[in-house]
């Protein structure tokens, strides 16, 4: 038996999108007020809320409660996905303002993998709430930067504190890329590199484990 609760709920976004988020609550007491909110992969190539359960789930069992939600488009939320994700920063504004309110929580530390990451990191500095943010497996490189290079200023400038989760073999940004595009990001930014471990691999299961324990050392040192 699970030592969490899930709570399904809606949030309405400004442009009258319905978001249909799940709230993972521990049964045991809470840690902080401090609420982590996930953001999944690109949801063009299948990316979903269910592919961060198991993180989501692990910060429960660890006492930090967790929102993962279906974009635009995704699962039962409303509206049409985007291709570079510039709608979709509407949606994780709407969330977190949800978390804000409704979990009375003043500390959201913002999660984004994949694609989710260039989404998430330009949300960052418009909600105020937001204390941190990490990267698992931030898409840097030169392909996937047509889409979301846009997206590159808006983290790169935040003062806020930031880790960087990649593997070294992931197919979209090299070790060197990350490091480059790091060199001149503003505030303190932190690099984690999982060797051997390919892109969509990280984004596996396999790795849910490991993925909890570093965003939870990350949350001790906000």
């Not at 799940?22 to 809320?49: A, C, M, T, W």
Request: charged residues 20%; glycine residues 10%; positive net charge.
């Amino acid at each position: 038996m699970s030592n969490y609760t899930v709570e399904r709920i809606k949030v309405v976004t400004p442009d009258k999108v319905e978001l249909m988020p799940k709230v993972f609550k521990p049964n045991e007491e809470i840690k902080d007020n401090l609420v982590v909110v996930l953001v999944h992969p690109y949801s063009i190539l299948g990316g979903r809320q269910a592919l961060l359960k198991g993180i989501a789930s692990g910060l429960a069992e660890n006492g930090h409660r967790a929102v993962t939600f279906d974009m635009r488009g995704v699962g039962e939320s409303t509206g049409r996905a985007s291709l570079t994700g510039f709608a979709e920063v509407k949606d994780v504004i709407a969330v977190c303002n949800w978390v804000s309110e409704h979990l009375d929580s003043h500390r959201i530390l913002l999660v984004g993998s994949s694609a989710g990451a260039p989404i998430a990191g330009s949300a960052v500095d418009q909600i105020g709430q937001v204390v941190g943010y990490v990267s698992l497996g931030y898409p840097f490189g030169m392909m996937a930067s047509i889409l979301f290079g846009r997206h590159h200023k808006a983290i790169l400038q935040s003062s806020k504190p930031k880790l960087f989760v990649m593997g070294t073999r992931d197919g979209f940004t090299s070790v060197k890329q990350l490091n480059k595009k790091l060199s001149s990001a503003a505030g303190r930014n932190e690099i984690y590199l999982m060797e051997g471990v390919s892109h969509f691999e990280m984004e596996g299961p396999a790795y849910d484990a490991e993925m909890v324990k570093l965003i939870l050392k990350f949350i001790s040192s906000l």
